[in-house]
């Protein structure tokens, strides 16, 4: 198995100088006015052959970029440079392609001032690994929810971070609320041991709602403030999914900002519209030619594991749709045009695992109006009876994986800001025509701990594990609680195996269940 490596810093270094000379520019400018790259890097949705990625910088400037398998980078492959100008918030991303699979991949940039040839930037490394074609162990993370409730990065940062990339993962699974867009923070929080938490380096965006395009951008280079973020993007592709929050709160075509004086942009489609620009223009996310905005998508991570993100939010109906008995575009969650490319997808899938990475859990119950237990903000409608609502779209999944005759299907999911594992039993469910599955939850990444919500009984759940706050701790605990929950998942190149396990901030491992693969010849 290719061993995993992490630039040294002499490496960074010597690669940098002759990374410099080989592009033929001028000389490394001393200048104070060199650019400079503002949010560290990114990478993300790399299968076997290719991966995206991502910079930004500080003016107007043009970007060289190289790709090598060689931490010398001896040898590199220098790639068509790409300018960062102030229409796409001098950020760039791009894909790389034909990489050789299961390879080490190193990449950095240098920037040019589009203004002062002579100005300069250091050029900025990061690197990721490519997926394999045959059989070799596989780790990933997963989690969700970065920087919410008030909490932000304090003295001690976004631990989460520093503690998932201490495992080295192949890549990591962002669950969704990735950002909150709706969630003003201010200097300092009183705690309830009269203790004081405190949020540095607040610029004013953060100070509000977004409502502007500049607004929503600022989310995403707040997160990117945080110096464990910022490694772990170095060394760690991000696979990307949205939920709400990234938008506003529980945002569907139904949402009223009429009432809320914190908006005056009361348009949900601006703001969403605002909030999709953003969001792909500050992620390492793959661009889709017939829908550039797509966030569903399936990445093939070699012969053991295909991963399928879905997008709960983008083609929902309204949260304040009644309950039906009849799947209408109304009582849609996924939409008819998604449903239809995850079943083509499941079906086509040769590989071991298929992992259904969803913004929402299945069973588990979010209102719309917590204080009233009004509408569906999930896909639970807290009834505990026959499929109902969107329901039925998860039923016609389910049942289309049993009749399609489609194994080994996982969901991973986040959202509650609480962890936990559910086993989906048919023999207990009121909707029966389907085959057990797990579903793992996790997160909050860096925001308030909740929970634990109730589960409807509909598809059968049952609690196999559940971490989330006491009665008498409360809620919206904060991140210094330790209540910070990820996800890491092995699979096994011998046994094909899969072993999830739930973990904390702090490292410790929760709880763990391994599962055997169905049909499968070693």
């Not at 540095?200 to 997160?223: C, G, S």
Request: without cysteine; glycine residues 6%; hydrophobic residues 40%.
């Amino acid at each position: 198995m290719t061993r995993l490596i992490r630039p040294t810093r002499r490496a960074v270094l010597a690669g940098s100088t002759a990374f410099a000379a080989s592009l033929a520019l001028p000389s490394l400018s001393r200048a104070a006015s060199r650019p400079v790259f503002t949010h560290g890097v990114q990478s993300g949705d790399v299968d076997t052959s290719s991966g995206m990625i991502w910079t930004r910088t500080d003016r107007p400037a043009r970007i060289a970029m190289e790709v090598s398998t060689a931490e010398s980078f001896k040898d590199a492959r220098r790639l068509a440079s790409m300018d960062a100008i102030p229409n796409g918030d001098l950020s760039v991303k791009r894909l790389i392609d034909a990489l050789p699979s299961d390879q080490e991949i190193f990449y950095r940039f240098i920037a040019t001032d589009l203004s002062d040839t002579n100005a300069v930037s250091e050029p900025l490394v990061g690197r990721f690994r490519t997926a394999p074609m045959s059989r070799r162990n596989i780790r990933f993370a997963w989690s969700g929810d970065t920087a919410g409730q008030g909490w932000g990065i304090d003295a001690e940062g976004m631990a989460t971070y520093a503690t998932m990339a201490k495992h080295q993962p192949d890549f990591f699974i962002h669950s969704g609320d990735t950002v909150y867009a709706d969630g003003p923070m201010e200097d300092e929080v009183e705690l309830r041991d009269g203790a004081l938490w405190k949020n540095l380096m607040l610029p004013d965006e953060k100070r509000k709602v977004a409502e502007t395009l500049d607004e929503f951008r600022a989310q995403w280079k707040y997160n990117l403030l945080d110096e464990h973020v910022r490694a772990m993007n170095a060394s760690v592709p991000t696979f990307m999914q949205w939920d709400d929050h990234e938008v506003v709160n529980n945002w569907s075509d139904s949402k009223d900002l009429m009432g809320d004086d914190r908006y005056t942009e009361k348009s949900v489609h601006v703001l969403q519209a605002r909030a999709t620009r953003a969001f792909h223009e500050m992620t390492p996310l793959r661009i889709t030619p017939e829908e550039p905005n797509r966030v569903y998508r399936k990445i093939g991570y070699g012969p053991m594991l295909d991963v399928f993100f879905l997008d709960l939010r983008s083609y929902r109906g309204p949260n304040t749709a009644p309950l039906s008995d009849t799947l209408t575009d109304a009582q849609r969650v996924l939409g008819a045009e998604q449903m239809a490319w995850l079943k083509r997808e499941l079906a086509a899938s040769t590989a071991t695992w298929k992992v259904i990475a969803s913004d929402q859990p299945i069973g588990l119950v979010v209102w719309d109006n917590f204080r009233d237990r009004a509408g569906s903000e999930g896909i639970a409608d807290g009834q505990n009876g026959p499929a109902m609502g969107r329901e039925l779209e998860v039923a016609e999944l389910l049942r289309f994986i049993k009749t399609a005759e489609i194994d080994n299907t996982v969901w991973f999911t986040a959202d509650v800001h609480y962890t936990a594992a559910h086993y989906y039993d048919p023999n207990k469910a009121q909707f029966q025509d389907f085959n057990p599955f797990w579903e793992f939850v996790s997160g909050p990444l860096h925001a308030g701990t909740f929970g634990p919500n109730g589960l409807d009984a509909t598809f059968g759940p049952e609690v196999k594990f559940v971490k989330a706050p006491t009665k008498e701790q409360g809620q919206n605990l904060p991140p210094s609680m330790g209540l910070q929950f990820f996800g890491l998942v092995d699979i096994d190149a011998q046994t094909q195996q899969m072993r999830v396990r739930l973990m904390d901030r702090g490292d410790t491992e929760l709880y763990a269940v391994t599962l055997d693969p169905v049909g499968i010849a070693l």
